[in-house]
């Protein structure tokens, strides 16, 4: 009796230590953004919120933060759009190509980044929309559609296809059994995967670096410089700030994707792997 | 009237005209993910002058080659690592049920959401000299003078596994929640003691979500940037930040090119033998 | 006839849902080919107006391929379906005016009950009082009155089975397709619900094509049945037609039980009566029939036999011996081996005066000669 407990407080341990590393690095940013030294020091000493009257009185970090809401939002209308469209012929389209199609639209989840935004860089100078808003919501939308079309996707697989066929069969021709049953249907997945859109281009580095520039770029981006040039606890503040921001759409996300049982596990998961292009 | 006879006499088909819905998501891929990687590949042969030049200059002699065989390597590492760590993670998070289980959930998908540039920051926190490793290394009395570790490998396996650790569980859960509990049950009742049970039915039936999670978890290394250009330094110089400092900073745009067309060739390559691995129906594609 | 305009929806001015007259229906040479393979082999089909008709066959027969053509979800590959006359094969489902009830019910969980029966006469564009006069009558007929404002989810299997009916009925469409519409209820409810139907049928007066894998519920609920086998109709009739007179074996074994005794030899004894040597070894009587050929088959149901102690005077007499006894609700099953290890099964009633043989007694199995049925082999 006495190994198999050892056995398990071992497990337990080893269990806790997970996830205390996997928490680490996003809480230990949060105390030092109240920081009143200068310098990044842990634990932080004494208490003061500088750091964020500092913030709120930058115009750097304010038009970002702002360029930040004016790309991702349009990015994300995009990719809820194509996405959602794409989802629905390749779920309801008894397409031939079915399987390379959806290996085609995801691909942009796959690939680093950085290939798609030195290849972006060219086709958006010819197009004139290099460094303005357009060639970056345009970046944005690439890589928001296959989460967009992963979620949609699983929404649409989730409910019974007889509906369509029930809404057809009571008089409502395509566009409106969509309107009036499909889409009621899987609002919560389109939702979500708009979130999930909007959460990547809001966390995306690659392509800011390409496509915008100091008028249009976005925070991850100026923190970025920053980060390169000096630490300092205004970077903590901002992180923090962005960290809330992101909970706030977690919890978005947990309360859209209830009684969706696709929704943790894939959609996590491809909300994710665009964000982590680490 | 009209439109009885626009129809012909052709069947009715549900499926008509549903093509038709992947024409916009079709073409706005095409003209910006599909067309803007062929000018990569093209820009890589063409520039400066007609040629493999800039593939002899990657293959040759120079820093080149080693910083692509750096990147297959680290990917490699930080795969196997996540693995090790997820594998027992992945199988608490399975068992639990209720609060636990949600709770569980949290803690993986909060540093999921959290901004990589953030993580990165927090790493480099607890890196730096003056940071808190090396305050528990000293207190603990185990090294006498502050460590240099920021740049370093350590900074940088460690932030990798930290980013990817989550796409190594999820897909592992998914699985082991698949796992009809009967089955181990049924090995118990027929006599096979714990470690056989787990060896030749647990683990034979979370297979599926164990490739899953290499594949993805290798793929997305290889494109690692942030972490690498954050803590790892010129002496851990991963693919996607050569081909960065290269075009954004150095200007040399056909290197880049060439640079990025073989990390897409060797990305390409394994998404195709993950797609085959998982027979399309990947638990990250959900289907 | 064929103008398309007949299948517009006329909304009824009284508001109520009068007995609509079912429409009629026909297939001409429909056939269903998938690549290679062929689904539907092709069909011809008559149902006439008001009737009710099952559709039945073992799964992957075919007859969800037929319903769904008559739906409009799966194109025919060849063929005419005909609704009152008009070719309806180019029409999408949308504007076929049918009402269909799904074996998974399909109730929009997104709606009421009675903005589901509602649905149909939103998308006719009826005026509201006319769509509320109409559910109302509607929750009536299925016996849901004071539940229109449940979600589907709070009702019972049977209760959301009615509120599909309902929905599909509520615009008087003139032909109702039935896709297995109890397959999800258990046994006791289905059976309630197969007087439900019926009567709903009766007080609606559509002609209803019912599908099911269940030959008793077939039986018990349709005017006439066809009973469909690998992508082909093998027999079409009144139910009593099937059982007492199948077209082929399988049709004999699919609706009820049966036992089978192929034909080696026949020769005429005293006439009309013909002498049957099977291939099993065994003598059998029977009447002369016209249909009745080489490699025909005889099928004696299990209920027609008698066990005796002694031969008689039976045209058909078969010595056994019993090898098993089952009792069943309000029967006993008999398994008697007649010689050469050959089972025969034998269906008696059960009264209260009755005696249960033992297994192991010898015993003759007895049968009038219009028992033994001659089944053409096809």
């Known amino acids: ?278 | 009237m009209a439109e009885r006879e626009a129809a012909g006499r052709r069947p009715w088909s549900l499926h008509h005209g549903n093509a038709v819905l992947l024409l916009p998501p079709g073409l706005f891929l095409l003209a910006f993910f599909f067309w803007p990687l062929l000018r990569v590949a093209l820009r890589s042969v063409t520039e400066p002058a007609l040629g493999l030049e800039n593939y002899a200059r990657v293959f040759g002699p120079g820093p080149y080659v080693r910083v692509l065989w750096q990147t297959v390597e680290t990917a490699g590492f930080v795969t196997v690592l996540c693995l090790l760590l997820a594998y027992p993670l992945a199988y608490a998070v399975s068992r639990a049920e209720g609060t636990r289980l949600r709770l569980m959930m949290i803690f993986v998908l909060i540093p999921l959401w959290t901004s990589v540039v953030i993580r990165s920051y927090g790493w480099m926190i607890v890196f730096q000299r003056q940071g808190v490793l090396n305050d528990v290394l000293l207190s603990l009395g185990l090294t006498g003078t502050r460590l240099t570790l920021l740049p370093g490998s350590l900074a940088v396996h460690a932030g990798m596994v930290h980013i990817m650790l989550p796409f190594m569980i999820l897909p592992l859960v998914a699985s082991m929640r698949g796992i009809d509990h009967s089955l181990l049950r049924a090995a118990d009742v027929l006599g096979a003691p714990p470690y056989r049970r787990f060896l030749e039915v647990f683990l034979p039936l979370s297979l599926p979500g164990v490739s899953a999670g290499v594949a993805l978890v290798f793929m997305t290394s290889l494109g690692f940037f942030i972490t690498p250009a954050l803590l790892g330094g010129p002496q851990l110089m991963m693919a996607a930040v050569l081909i960065e400092e290269k075009a954004n900073i150095e200007l040399d745009w056909p290197l880049a090119s060439a640079l990025a067309t073989t990390l897409l060739l060797i990305t390409t390559a394994l998404y195709l033998v993950y797609l085959r691995l998982t027979r399309g129906r990947a638990p990250l594609l959900g289907r | 006839m064929a103008d398309p305009r007949t299948l517009e929806i006329v909304p009824d001015p009284r508001g109520a849902v009068a007995p609509a007259s079912g429409a009629a229906l026909r297939l001409e040479a429909v056939e269903k080919t998938y690549g290679g393979f062929k689904a539907l082999a092709r069909t011809d089909l008559e149902v006439r107006p008001g009737e009710f008709f099952g559709l039945i066959g073992p799964s992957g027969s075919g007859k969800s391929t037929l319903l769904g053509m008559i739906a409009g979800f799966v194109p025919p590959s060849s063929g005419r379906i005909l609704l009152n006359g008009t070719d309806i094969v180019s029409l999408p489902p949308y504007r076929r005016n049918l009402g269909m009830v799904f074996q998974s019910y399909a109730l929009f969980p997104h709606m009421t009950v009675a903005e589901n029966i509602a649905f149909p006469l939103r998308m006719r564009k009826l005026s509201r009082d006319e769509i509320e006069a109409r559910v109302h009558r509607m929750l009536d007929v299925v016996r849901l009155s004071g539940l229109g404002g449940r979600a589907p989810a709070q009702l019972s299997g049977g209760q959301q089975q009615r509120v599909a009916l309902a929905r599909a009925a509520s615009y008087d469409p003139s032909l109702l397709l039935m896709d297995e519409p109890l397959g999800a209820l258990d046994k006791n409810l289905r059976e309630e619900m197969q007087y439900e139907i019926k009567r709903f049928h009766r007080e609606i007066g559509a002609t209803v094509l019912y599908v099911t894998h269940d030959q008793d519920e077939a039986a018990t609920m349709s005017d006439r049945i066809a009973i469909l086998n690998q992508g082909r109709i093998a027999q079409i009739g009144r139910p009593r037609e099937l059982y007492e007179a199948p077209a082929s074996a399988f049709v004999a074994s699919f609706l009820g039980e049966a036992n089978l005794f192929e034909v080696a030899a026949v020769s005429q004894s005293s006439p009309p009566r013909l002498r049957v040597e099977t291939k099993d070894g065994l003598t059998l009587s029977a009447n002369q029939a016209p249909r009745f050929e080489a490699g025909a088959v005889i099928c004696v149901r299990p209920e027609a036999i008698q066990i005796a102690k002694s031969a008689g005077a039976a045209a058909n007499a078969l010595a056994g011996r019993i090898v098993d006894v089952v009792y069943t609700a309000g029967s006993l099953r008999y398994r008697v081996e007649v010689g050469g290890g050959r089972i025969v099964l034998v269906r008696r009633p059960l009264q209260r005066q009755s005696t249960v043989m033992d297994v192991g007694s010898e015993v003759y199995l007895t049968w009038d000669v219009a028992d033994t049925i001659l089944v053409p082999n096809s």
């Open chain 1, 1 to 278: 009796m006495a190994p198999l407990r050892l056995s398990r407080w071992t497990f337990g341990l080893f269990v806790v230590l997970c996830f205390a590393y996997l928490l680490l690095p996003s809480l230990i940013v949060v105390p030092m953004s109240f920081s009143s030294q200068s310098y990044l020091s842990f634990p932080p000493t004494g208490f003061s919120v500088r750091w964020y009257e500092g913030l709120a009185g930058n115009a750097a970090w304010r038009t970002a933060a702002a360029n930040s809401f004016l790309i991702g939002i349009p990015a994300a209308a995009i990719a809820v759009a194509l996405g959602t469209l794409a989802a629905l012929a390749v779920e309801r389209g008894a397409l031939r190509w079915a399987t390379i199609g959806v290996a085609l639209i995801v691909a942009p989840m796959m690939l680093p980044h950085v290939i798609l935004a030195i290849g972006l860089y060219p086709v958006l100078l010819d197009l004139g929309l290099l460094h303005g808003y357009v060639g970056a919501v345009i970046g944005h939308a690439v890589i928001g559609l296959p989460l967009v079309f992963v979620s949609v996707s699983a929404a649409l697989r989730n409910y019974d296809p007889a509906l369509e066929l029930a809404a057809m069969t009571c008089g409502a021709d395509r566009i409106r059994s969509f309107f009036h049953v499909t889409l009621p249907m899987i609002r919560m997945g389109v939702l979500g995967g708009g979130i999930l859109a909007f959460a990547t281009s809001f966390d995306e580095l690659m392509l800011s670096l390409f496509l915008t520039n100091t008028g249009t770029r976005t925070l991850p981006r100026l923190i970025w410089e920053q980060l390169n040039d000096f630490l300092t606890p205004t970077i903590a503040a901002v992180a923090t700030l962005i960290f809330a921001f992101s909970l706030l759409l977690l919890g978005a996300l947990a309360v859209f994707g209830r009684g969706q049982r696709a929704m943790p596990a894939s959609l996590a998961l491809a909300t994710a792997e665009t964000a982590a292009h680490g």
